[in-house]
């Protein structure tokens, strides 16, 4: 009977998505490896404002599964209020990221977040943020990554290029 119920056990746990490698929560193939002098940055995606530059180190924001990535947000750079579907994992490697919660942004009720802090933000938490100098940050998530304004007005992919 014992080895039956252990049998059964590991039947249901391994059948579970942590152990059959489920996709969106994978370990990778293969050492990913990035040196400071060695990640490529490229111009920010369309649903951040101009100025942001991207560095992609593990996954892909646009496909379902886990993705890390870096921004570099140069001095004065802002983010209006915004949310995300799914948790939103930061690790402020350079600069302050000074972030605010709500549905208005107002740069007096942020909070600096210097160098080494991390926030990990639940779904749909609306925030906002203003960088002072030059940021760099470490973001991670699952995706498809989206960043969905309060005010659609924000959103920078309907204003004309």
Known sequence: MAQRILFVMLLVVSASPVCAGDA????????????????????????????AKIAILEGD??????????????????VSPHWHPMTERLTIIQGVVNLGTGDRFDERATQPLGAGTYSAMPPRM?????????????????????????DPADDPRHHAK
Not at 24 to 51: C, E, M, N, Q, Y
Not at 63 to 70: D, H, N, Q, S, Y
Not at 131 to 149: D, N, R
Request: aromatic share 12%; proline share 11%.
């Open 24 to 51: 969106r929560h994978s370990v990778p193939a293969r050492w990913t490896l990035f040196t400071s002098d060695t990640i490529a940055w490229k111009d920010g995606p369309p649903s951040l404002p101009p100025g």
């Open 61 to 78: 924001p646009s496909k379902a599964g886990l993705f890390t990535m870096r921004l570099k947000l140069p001095d004065g750079y802002r």
């Open 126 to 150: 609306t925030h906002f943020a203003w960088m002072k100098g030059e940021t760099i940050l470490q973001l991670s998530s699952i995706g498809p990554w989206q960043v969905v304004y309060v």
